[in-house]
């Protein structure tokens, strides 16, 4: 089996590609910094697994192309490429809009479109969409983000629904706060606007959930790893919150 994981260079995606390697899944790790995706394969390689490396980028459907040429076929697909950016409503850029859809939503469009008909040919697939709490519920000044994030969602159901009938599942993870590179990055922002310091930041995004602590990137691997299992072959337009029961539906 071949699993394409897009934004595999670090975090939650560098976290899933080891957990697949692990079933014996060979990997297929796309972004676009090419020393981040080869030092994933490379490690996975190390350990004994199967993995190659490809630059993508995924709000370009010819990088995609171009990608998927040196991929072979795909039966699992993991939609994890993403980026986050906060401004208040009424000081959002529309080029931010226009990124967080593209990076976020519109990608995950691209990529599967691309990806599934090799799916349907097979009479079998897995597709598992890295969405967000954010696909569930609102907050501050991340408008562009959490209407992008209720998209994936939005889109996983349609296609569950459309491809059930080839046995191809779609489902969404939804994490809270992970402990991530994009988590850091959010954090040195918050940092630079407020003058708080970066523990006090990373405390008050640990307390948005009831476990009083930041997801690790593993927690929502081992999720992505129970999906593409035959025994879950029955769960399908599912989007499953990996936050610490910060959200219950
Ligand atoms: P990171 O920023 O740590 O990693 C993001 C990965 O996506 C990198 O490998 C990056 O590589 C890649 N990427 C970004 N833009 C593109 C692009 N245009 N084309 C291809 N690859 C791209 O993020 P996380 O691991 O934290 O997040 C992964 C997913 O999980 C995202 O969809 C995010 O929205 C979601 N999520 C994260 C949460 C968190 O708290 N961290 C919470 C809820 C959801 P490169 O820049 O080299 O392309």
């Not at 390697?21 to 490690?43: F, G, L």
Request: aromatic share 4%; net charge positive; with cysteine.
């Amino acid at each position: 089996m071949n699993a394409f994981i897009t934004g595999a260079g670090r975090g939650i995606g560098e976290a899933i590609a080891y957990a697949f390697a692990r079933e014996k899944i060979r990997v297929i790790c796309a972004a676009r910094t090419q020393s981040d995706v080869e030092r994933v394969a490379s490690a996975i390689r190390a350990r004994g697994g199967d993995a190659r490396a490809v630059v993508c980028d995924v709000t370009q459907p010819d990088s995609i192309a171009r990608a998927l040429d040196q991929a072979g076929e795909i039966s699992i697909l993991v939609n994890n490429a993403g980026a986050a950016e906060s401004h208040k409503f009424l000081n959002h850029d529309d080029a931010v809009w226009h990124r967080m859809l593209a990076i976020n939503l519109t990608s995950v469009y691209q990529v599967t479109k691309a990806i599934a008909p090799m799916m349907i040919a097979a009479k079998w697939g897995r597709i598992i969409n890295i969405a967000s709490i954010a696909s569930k519920v609102g907050a501050r000044y991340v408008a562009a983000y959490t209407a992008s994030k209720h998209g994936v969602l939005g889109l996983t159901r349609a296609l569950a629904v459309e491809l059930n009938s080839y046995n191809i599942t779609v489902n969404a993870i939804c994490p809270g706060y992970v402990d991530t590179p994009m988590t850091d990055h959010n954090i040195a922002n918050i940092v630079a606007r407020t003058g708080l310091t970066d523990n006090q930041v990373r405390e008050s995004l640990a307390k948005t959930s009831p476990q009083n602590r930041l997801i690790t990137a593993d927690e929502v691997a081992h999720v992505a790893r129970m999906l593409v299992g035959e025994n879950a072959r029955g769960i399908t337009g599912q989007a499953i919150n990996v936050d610490g029961g910060a959200v219950m539906f």
